[in-house]
């Protein structure tokens, strides 16, 4: 085998020597990941550029970079607080949050990589025991229950816009009371709907009443007003109208004898 050149060996060793500080400073960040860069010797955590985005970076081997997940995360809690009444109450509630991405140099040097424990748990703990301890179980057992969700959003919400972290939504999942209180709160609202019930039942029969009144008033009226009307000439000429009638009639067969009472004609026709 022969021997290298003297000149080849240093430019082969160069060439591995770069080989290993590019393997070294290469990073590549995922999808839905943002890095923080960390530089050594330049001020640590870099907060006035952007986060280094997906794809493949080239940093000095001194430096470092922290590697973010920056999309939409869930977080799911189960809770026991107290009710305004004091009664303990078990709540399951989720948490959607993420990172705000160019902050993430802040988040980073505030918070750092746990955040997750250091603040957004403890938030929405806080909140919580907050929100439910303003309402009794009947308001968290019935209609309540979306405006206390609504409720422990914001102010969740207004602890984590200080903290670098974007809060998308809260979601209370269920709410647990002990036995004893919520048989309570069925049997009452069950009273409460048979009792709407009657009262839907008594209201329409007072309006089925009414309707009936105002329908045997409307008859009695038209009949005062009718036999108010019919005098004897209306009654004579309506006689005479009807006799005129049946003469004209080719089908009829008529007998007219004498007359009836107010001069008019008794009419026998074939019955």
């Known amino acids: 085998m022969e021997k290298l050149p003297k000149v080849g060996l240093p430019i082969l060793l160069g060439i591995i020597l770069t080989i290993v500080i590019i393997a070294k400073s290469a990073i ?18 870099v907060t006035d550029e952007p986060p280094l985005g997906e794809g493949f970076h080239i940093v000095a081997p001194w430096n470092k970079v922290y590697v973010y997940e920056v999309r939409q995360q869930e977080l799911f809690e189960k809770m026991k607080v107290l009710s305004s009444n004091g009664l303990e ?8 949050y993420q990172p705000v991405q ?34 009794t179980p009947d308001d968290l057992y019935s209609t309540k229950r979306d405006a206390i969700q609504v409720e422990i959003y914001e102010e969740t919400k207004k602890i984590l816009d200080k903290q670098y972290v974007q809060l998308n939504e809260v979601l209370v999942r269920d709410v647990t009371l002990p036995p004893t209180i919520k048989d309570a ?6 009273q409460e ?21 105002i329908e ?28 005129n009638k049946l003469a004209e ?4 067969k008529v007998v007219i004898i004498g007359s009836g009472e107010s001069g008019m004609p008794i009419i026998l026709g074939n019955q």
Do not use: C, M
């Open 102 to 135: 160019n902050k993430l140099g802040n988040l980073h040097q505030t918070l750092g990589e746990s955040y997750l424990q250091r603040v957004i748990q403890p938030a929405i703990r806080s909140a919580a025991r907050s929100v439910i301890g303003r309402y």
């Open 185 to 190: 709160i069925e049997r009452k609202l069950k």
């Open 28 to 45: 590549t960040i995922g999808s839905g990941e943002a890095g923080v860069l960390y530089k050594t010797f330049g001020g640590g955590v």
């Open 249 to 252: 009639s080719p089908n009829s």
């Open 89 to 96: 109450i078990q709540i399951d509630a989720s948490a959607w």
């Open 193 to 213: 709907q048979e009792s709407l019930e009657y009262e839907f039942r008594l209201v329409t029969a007072a309006k089925e009443a009414d309707k009936q009144r």
């Open 216 to 243: 045997a008033q409307g008859k009695a009226d038209a009949n005062r007003i009718l036999s108010a009307s019919l005098t004897d000439k209306i009654l004579q000429d309506k006689g005479i109208e009807a006799t």
